[in-house]
């Protein structure tokens, strides 16, 4: 049961990351960056975001969010947890 709560969750997460790339202020979006960094995939990303411009932040999140939610919802569906 606690497999499929967890499951869940990290879809919704999904789910709000791309809803918050729709709806959030141009100025929130500009702010974003990320914080402790710790490997090379994340200093990558932290690069891209912070030298783009908006819509290809929007654009980036929204494919994140996506991506986390298809990911998570496949193994939901499929039973692989």
Known sequence: MAP?????????SGILLMASSI?????DIENLSFF??????????NLVFSFSTVKIKRVLL????L???GFFLYILITGKY
Request: hydrophobic residues 70%; without cysteine; aromatic residues 6%.
């Open 4 to 12: 499929i709560i967890v499951i869940s969750l990290m879809i919704l």
């Open 23 to 27: 709806f959030s202020k141009k100025k």
């Open 36 to 45: 402790g960094v710790a490997d090379l995939l994340g200093l990558v990303v």
């Open 62 to 65: 929204f494919s994140l969010g």
């Open 67 to 69: 991506l986390l939610a």
